[in-house]
């Protein structure tokens, strides 16, 4: 007959297996999200590419699981100021605008956002397409009034603009050819802070889906490590410390993008392209 001490004694034994069980578990459950969405980094710069992203940002996780695993969230205050008023452009066009951009000047630009201005050179001699387009939507007054929907501040550090529909689908109707990709400043796989890239549809295996650039551009405030297959176009000449400013209000999952969104209010009240 087993005495009550000893029936104590496994109780106890088989208490403690079980809570071994249930952290083995969960240790593996995030072994295998973290895999997830270290895969998923490079599809979360995609332009309409929201179905890619959530399968990495999104698991099955049940709230006990999830609650054992992943710390509390914590909510920044929005440094940002309330938006001008105006509504996101709903224009599109069939075709890429035709070649006006001279590649031998000297391009910048400028967007007044919510949080402070963003200044940018813009190389056209190496991305003419993209130059062209950049400027000519932001002529036709495309990037007005559009929220920066992305910002991933886990292992890259981008934030990502120019979806007036603010869903990470949007797009000008026409699509634009990679370009730069073999650009020196891309040195180990590392796409430096103050770049300025497009993003695209690309799936890193087939080739139909390259050249899938739109109007979405991502602005790099940190080192980091993307495979080269995001046309850079230009660097961050001004503002980086706005940049700083979002990323250090942190980002939070949205269903609606299939990724993280800024908890900081950004938005370009207007997006203006010159020379100098």
Sequence with gaps: MVSKDQR????AREK???QQQRRSAAQQKTKRRNVIIASALAVVLAAGAAAYATAGLAGDDDQSDQAAVDPAPTTAPDPCARPAKGAPSKETWKKEPAMSVDTAASYTAKLATTCGEIKLKLDAAKAPHTVNSFAFLAGKHFFDHSRCHRLVDQNIHVLQCGDPTGTGAGSPGYTLPDENLKDPRLKGGVYPAGTVAMANNYDGQHDRTRNSGGSQFFLVYQDSKLPPDYTPF???????DVLKKIAAAGSKPDPKIGSTAPNATVVINEATVGTS
């Design 234 to 240: 230009g660097t961050v000449t001004g503002g980086m």
């Design 16 to 18: 403690f297996e079980r």
């Design 8 to 11: 104590r004694r496994q109780l």
